[in-house]
């Protein structure tokens, strides 16, 4: 055997081993199978939480609670409101009962531990573990004459529980207020947890198997999907833009006669605002962050505190530009954003968007109060950022008049942090001092900025 057909045959073995051990790791992820669940006596007690509003899911849930004491299975009642979600990584066990509100809303007494929940299980680094040692169920009270929105916060729940790796007992269930089976659904849905949690089969769906696509289905979420609207890759572009043969009206298309378009059309719009960024103009954000809402409660800030004493609760994030010049497949940002190499859109006042972002800042503050845990200090002291993080989604040194707005921050007393990732070397070097630049060394290095 010549020795180039031996290194042929050692390759493929090669591939073939690597393809195979690939697809059984991929098969073991995608399919939790049936498995018995054990109760450890000196383990933390479960966590029945009822989300209400006009206190038909919290009746149902004492009814649960009475049931469980029968059966001498350890549970808490509690209100969302007066929970710290942040604990949920210590729980191993969770029952909720969920009430849909008006246009598939969350009751009041849970909307910081559902938008928690919601956001937690979109952001990288918390991963698809950190709910692993959790078993669960969700059962939903609603009404049918609300179509689409029947039970959605139940069912999104279970989707979020099940995105952060934790394990479904039972399906989902969905009582409807309006059909008359409320009370034989709820009994029912009742028995099998309870025959769960004494030691039944854990059972995560009609087929008792939770699949991979309920994590993947998370992005697919954030991303808008199923609206009438599309957003348009650049990637994709060929076939749906429109046709070179037929001219363009600019009047049509943007609306601006001069040719300029605004960066953030209604569908890009709609999608950033459904992950909680709040829109300046035509081309700006603002969004509060995790470290900011976890510091006003007292816990932990993120590693600007710990490295450089920046106090996350006075700290802004905000971002000149939603555009980014590039569309990366590892990125988290859900691509949801505009994309461009240079600024070719309508431009804002650098002193109009400081403004708007801290005014939009402010109230997002101003709604953190009455959430569980806030402190009442720096409740106050949160209202008067001291620090800007330029970062979110986008590039923000993209931004024209970039030196303008990081002036108008420092004027304020308000010190700037500006994130890049180096693919502009000029802008780079045409920026005026910031309090500090975070930007790939890479780039720093292929540029010799």
Wanted: aromatic share 8%; proline share 4%; charged share 25%.
């Amino acid at each position: 055997m010549s020795p180039s057909t031996l290194s042929t045959r050692l390759t493929l073995l090669v591939i073939l081993s690597a393809t195979t051990f690939y697809f059984l790791y991929k098969s073991r992820r995608r399919l939790k199978p049936l498995k018995q669940l054990t109760l450890n006596p000196n383990s933390r007690k479960g966590k029945l939480f009822f989300i209400t509003q006009t206190g038909t899911s919290k009746a149902l849930a004492q009814r649960l609670h009475n049931l469980l004491s029968s059966n001498n299975i350890a549970f808490d009642l509690v209100d969302p409101q007066n929970y710290e979600p942040e604990d949920l990584p210590k729980e191993s066990l969770i029952l909720i009962v969920a009430s849909t509100w008006e246009d598939g809303n969350p009751p009041q007494n849970s909307k910081f531990f559902v938008n928690w929940l919601d956001e937690i299980s979109t952001d990288f680094r918390a991963g698809n573990l950190l709910l692993s040692d959790c078993k669960f169920s969700v059962f939903g009270v609603g009404s049918r004459v609300y179509g689409e929105t029947f039970n959605v916060v139940a069912r999104d729940l279970g989707k979020r529980l099940r995105g952060l790796g934790a394990t479904e007992m039972v399906a989902v269930g969905e009582g409807d207020v309006d059909g008359g089976a409320l009370e034989s659904v709820f009994e029912e849905w009742s028995e099998k947890v309870v025959t769960a949690l004494k030691g039944g089969l854990v059972v995560g769906n009609e087929n008792g198997i939770v699949y991979e696509s309920d994590v993947e289905s998370l992005e697919t979420d954030d991303d808008g999907g199923g609206g009438e609207e599309e957003i348009v890759d650049l990637e994709d572009i060929a076939g749906k833009g429109p046709s070179r043969k037929k001219p363009v009206n600019v009047a049509e298309t943007n609306g601006k006669m001069n040719g300029k378009r605004d960066m953030v059309t209604p569908v890009i719009r709609a999608n950033l605002e459904k992950q909680g960024y709040k829109i300046i103009g035509s081309h700006s954000g603002v969004k509060i962050c995790r470290w900011t809402k976890s510091q006003l409660r007292g816990r932990g800030g993120c590693y600007k505190h710990s490295f450089y004493g920046i106090e996350s609760h006075r700290c802004m994030e905000a971002t000149p530009s939603l555009a980014c010049a590039n569309k990366c497949v590892f990125c988290w940002r859900h691509h949801t954003n505009p994309v461009g190499k240079s600024w070719q859109w309508k431009m804002d006042d650098p002193l109009e968007i400081v403004n708007t972002a801290i005014d939009l800042h402010t109230k997002m503050i101003k709604q953190m109060k009455g959430v569980p845990g806030v402190m009442q200090e720096r409740l106050l002291e949160g209202l008067s950022p001291r620090h800007c993080a330029l970062s979110l989604v986008g590039e923000p040194i993209m931004y024209p008049e970039i030196n303008m707005l990081v002036d108008e921050l420092h004027r304020r007393r308000i010190s700037t942090f500006l994130v890049t990732n180096a693919q502009f070397p000029e802008k780079i070097k045409m920026l005026k001092p910031v309090t500090q630049v975070c930007c790939c060394e890479f780039m720093l290095r292929k540029h010799r900025c």
